[in-house]
């Protein structure tokens, strides 16, 4: 079985300064690991991935997570917040094969303070 | 990766009917998923559905409650039936390319 843990349900950041947000995944097998945003009444958009290749892996609008194993983590992060940036980000975990089923965690809601 | 469109974007329905929700993909893709997002939470998986067979429901999910069609490989239809208040949430089609799922903008469902 796979999990997903993200920690607290909000994060408030003022523009320009850094965004975290964590995620701890729970996996058997080796993992694939995924953000994605969801913008105010929008569907899932891909923030990016990490599929077994590099561990550091960068994505749309600046973002970037780093797949640490020892720590089975997958944190998200942004040098720079923007007020675009205010959505809902999940982490998600799958594996290989084409049985496997991603698994969301709670998401965490980021608000960016002018 | 594919685009998804869904229909209807939202709806308003009463108390014991039922909802017919439409996923289009525009190219040929094997898997589809259905999945709900209740208010405030995460995403749950209710069925994958495969062109040809019967859809693969997740535990506590039901095909009578939840009916699914996928007639061919770009099209896939969701209903969800006898609808209560319970039933109010975002329904959202996703298929997979690759090792990657992409999702619809979803459905915005309130049942009064």
């Known amino acids: 079985a796979q999990s997903v843990t993200q920690l607290g349900s909000h994060v408030s950041v003022s523009e320009g300064a ?3 947000l964590r995620c701890n995944y729970s996996s058997s097998v080796p993992p694939y690991l995924f953000w994605y945003v969801q913008y105010p009444n929008q569907g899932l958009q891909l ?3 990490y599929t077994s290749a590099a561990t550091l892996v960068k994505g749309i609008n600046g973002f970037e997570a780093e797949f640490k194993k020892s720590e089975t983590s997958f944190h998200l992060t942004k040098p720079s917040a923007h007020m675009s940036d205010a959505a809902e980000y999940f982490c998600a975990v ?3 094969g084409a049985n496997s089923k991603l698994t969301f965690g709670k998401g965490i809601t980021l608000s960016v303070r002018p | 990766s594919a685009v998804i469109s869904q229909k209807p974007s939202r709806d308003i329905c009463q108390r014991g009917t039922s909802l017919t929700i439409q996923c289009q993909v525009d190219s040929q893709v094997t898997m589809m998923f ?3 997002q209740q208010p405030g939470q995460s995403l749950t998986l209710i069925a994958t559905a ?3 067979s019967e859809a693969t429901y997740e535990s506590g999910f039901v095909i009578d409650k939840f009916p699914i069609s996928r007639p061919n490989l770009t099209f896939s239809t969701l ?3 006898n609808m209560s208040p319970e039933d109010s949430s975002i329904y ?3 298929h997979r390319r690759g090792d990657t799922q992409y999702f619809g903008p979803g ?3 309130t049942v009064l």
Do not use: F
């Open chain 2, 50 to 52: 495969n062109q040809g």
């Open chain 2, 92 to 94: 959202l089609c996703s």
């Open chain 1, 47 to 49: 923030l990016l991935k």
């Open chain 2, 79 to 81: 209903t969800v039936s």
């Open chain 2, 34 to 36: 259905w999945y709900r």
């Open chain 2, 107 to 109: 459905t915005r469902l």
């Open chain 1, 18 to 20: 850094l965004v975290l």
């Open chain 1, 94 to 96: 799958s594996s290989a």
